[in-house]
């Protein structure tokens, strides 16, 4: 099955700039989305296919996919987007979603 | 704007069964495809299960396939997971999701826990 590595944590100062990989086999050929998860909240996604984002998702969030990783860019980075942020795939080989192991995102 | 609701969850012993119910509002319902996604306290997002929005495509994650069955009324917007044979392991926030489009999951409900324990 198809499997998504995420480093378990990101710590960042506030205003600076927060990048989270999401890597997988040839990741680059497949359309990556994300969600942010707030202790005790739902997820809500931030981002889809690759680098869409939703109505009401602030531009400073920003999503890339090539090769064998994928990347969520958080810019100017606020308290509030402390928080566990998830890749998700489609694999078509199973026809399976799959998560990643999602990253705690913290603002020091 | 699109709301969806978990109701079901609870206590149940090992090797019982459960049935989940997710109930939504302020869409075309039968144009959503239905998501089940499970997160253990402390851990990551598991997907479950799916169906499309017509009633078919009804695919499972493998520790689930033969024991939880996911299913649909159009008529009352309601999508239910059946879970039958229990194990200590399915214990988990059950989230119901719907999606638009077939590769992403656009709507999350606030989920129902499901606790299976003697």
């Known amino acids: 099955s198809y499997v998504l590595t995420q480093p378990p944590s990101v710590s960042v100062g506030p205003g600076q700039t927060a990048r989270i990989s999401c890597g997988g086999n040839?990741?680059?050929?497949?359309?990556v989305h994300w969600y942010q998860q707030k202790p005790g909240q739902a997820p809500v996604m931030v981002v889809y296919?690759?680098?869409y984002r939703p109505s009401g998702i602030p531009e400073r969030i920003s999503g890339s996919n090539s090769g064998n990783t994928a990347t969520l860019t958080i810019s100017r980075v606020e308290a509030g987007d402390e928080a566990e942020y998830y890749c998700?795939?489609?694999?078509?080989?199973?026809?399976?979603?799959?998560f990643g192991t999602g990253t705690k995102v913290s603002v020091l | 704007e699109v709301v969806v609701v978990e109701s079901g969850g609870g206590l149940v012993q090992p090797g019982g069964s459960l049935r989940l119910s997710c109930a939504a509002s302020?869409?075309?319902?039968?144009?959503?495809?239905m998501h089940w996604v499970r997160q253990v306290p402390g851990k990551g997002l598991v997907w479950v299960s799916r169906?499309?929005?017509?009633?078919?495509?009804?695919i499972y994650e493998d520790s689930v396939k033969g024991r939880f069955t996911i299913s649909r009324d159009n008529t009352r917007n309601t999508v239910f997971l059946q879970m039958n044979a229990l194990r200590a392991e399915d214990t988990a926030l059950y989230y119901c999701?719907?999606?638009?489009?077939?590769?992403?999951?656009?709507?999350w409900g606030k989920g129902t826990t499901v606790t299976v324990s003697s």
């Open positions: 169906i499309f929005g017509d009633g078919t495509g009804a």
């Open positions: 999701v719907a999606s638009r489009e077939y590769y992403y999951m656009d709507v």
């Open positions: 296919d690759d680098h």
């Open positions: 998700q795939v489609w694999d078509s080989g199973s026809d399976h979603y799959v």
């Open positions: 040839n990741i680059g050929s497949k359309s």
């Open positions: 302020g869409l075309t319902f039968n144009e959503y495809l």
